[in-house]
């Protein structure tokens, strides 16, 4: 083997045409810069969807090992997903040294062409679970027309939201965890007064989660009854409701809960950095989103978008409506601290000691 073939080097240095070279133009310097850094983020994006291909298929199995090498490998490229997004993170600032004068010397060449049309990054998006319905301005997305994708771009990505989401596999994986089953709690002492909530641990943790609450915070209750049992004795909104409605079901939500608040037990230690990592990577796409934005403000101010879009108006609708993990994240609402959680029975903790 030789390095150039190996790579296939041929086509991936055969690969940046700027524009603006071609006879006719006036060579634009930077577009060089513009188009290597495109295909780096592409190439980059490959990388995600090919991690991504891994997880999901560990989470579509019916059972997973939680103390398994499967579950590990899927924290590890998740984790790795993390890094490569820090890396994108980074990129921006390579852009940033092209000045908005030297991008409007061949910006309107590119017209309508827009990183809006990258595929990858929309299935990147689709597969980690954002769905079409909940982004800004669904129907920029619905375009084939001039700005938007072409019918074979658009085609896949219609085709992989109608596929389960990382989301719905990793809530599936969470609900299927067996620290409820009554076998685990036999002999255990609850020390609160029952209330609607049936299983004992529950019931003792919501009584501690209620009792730690201040004044200001009190109806905090009645987030973590509609959260975590749909329960809604406090009338609240059909608007509050909404905004607490989560895409995890109550029952994945309180495995998620149990693992954060139980991590330091050894078989947890995995699961929790799964979330963690999921978690992490809705930030950094967060902070990628927002890096993009303050440089496209300062690149081309208020114009609209090449992609056709009202451009950093757009982007800032993006960057607030477009986490996946939000409810993930916002379970820290929702802990107390580690002196005041309830003994668990020995039934468990041996199990939670030793994996299953
Ligand atoms: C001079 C640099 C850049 C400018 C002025 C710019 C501008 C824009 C604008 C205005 C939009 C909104 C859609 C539109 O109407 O076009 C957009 C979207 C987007 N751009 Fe850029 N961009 C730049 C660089 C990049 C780079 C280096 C990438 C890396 C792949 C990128 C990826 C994206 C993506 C993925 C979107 C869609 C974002 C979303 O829908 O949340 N852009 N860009």
Redesign the pocket.
């Known amino acids: 083997m030789y390095y150039a073939d190996y790579l296939h080097l041929d086509k991936v240095l055969d690969s940046q045409y700027p524009v603006s070279f071609e006879a006719g133009n006036t060579p634009a310097h930077d577009e060089m810069l513009?188009i290597s850094?495109?295909q780096a983020?592409?190439i980059w994006f490959k990388q995600i969807l090919f991690e991504l291909d891994y997880c999901e298929r560990i989470f579509n199995q019916s059972h997973i090992n939680d103390n398994s090498e499967d579950l590990n490998l899927v924290r590890h490229r998740l984790q790795r997903i993390t890094r490569i997004l820090a890396l994108l993170n980074q990129?921006?600032h390579i852009?940033d040294t092209?000045t908005p004068l030297d991008?409007l010397e061949f910006r309107n060449l590119l017209t309508p062409s827009?990183?809006?049309q990258?595929m990858q990054?929309r299935l990147i998006e689709a597969r980690l679970g954002l769905q079409l319905q909940k982004r800004h301005h669904a129907d920029y997305y619905k375009r084939t027309n001039e700005?938007g994708f072409t019918q074979h771009d658009y085609q896949t990505i219609t085709n992989t939201e109608e596929q389960p989401t990382l989301l719905q596999l990793v809530n599936n994986w969470l609900e299927r965890m067996p620290f409820f089953d009554e076998t685990f709690w036999q002999g255990y002492a609850s020390d609160t007064p029952t209330s609607f909530v049936q299983h004992p641990f529950w019931n003792d943790y919501r009584h501690r989660y209620f009792s730690g609450l201040t004044e200001r915070e009190q109806g905090k209750i009645d987030d973590f009854d509609f959260v975590f049992f749909e329960a809604n004795q406090a009338n609240l909104s059909e608007e509050q409701q909404q905004i607490l409605r989560s895409q995890f079901t109550p029952k994945a939500l309180r495995a998620a809960l149990f693992i954060m608040l139980y991590r330091d037990f050894p078989v947890f230690q995995t699961s929790y950095q799964i979330l963690d990592a999921l978690i992490e990577i809705d930030h950094m796409l967060s902070n990628w989103?927002h890096k993009?934005l303050i440089?496209?403000r300062r690149?081309?101010g208020m114009r609209?978008?090449?992609?056709?879009?009202?451009?950093?108006g757009?982007?800032e609708g993006?960057l607030s409506k477009?986490y996946i993990y939000k409810d993930l994240s916002g379970l820290s609402t929702y802990l107390i601290e580690r002196r005041r959680l309830p003994q668990l029975p020995e039934a468990l903790i041996r199990s939670l000691g030793f994996g299953f």
Do not use: D, K, P
């Open positions: 513009f850094i495109h983020y592409e990129q921006v852009l092209m991008f827009s990183g809006f990258s990054f700005g989103r993009h440089m496209v690149m081309i609209v978008g090449t992609g056709n879009t009202s451009g950093a757009y982007l993006a477009h």
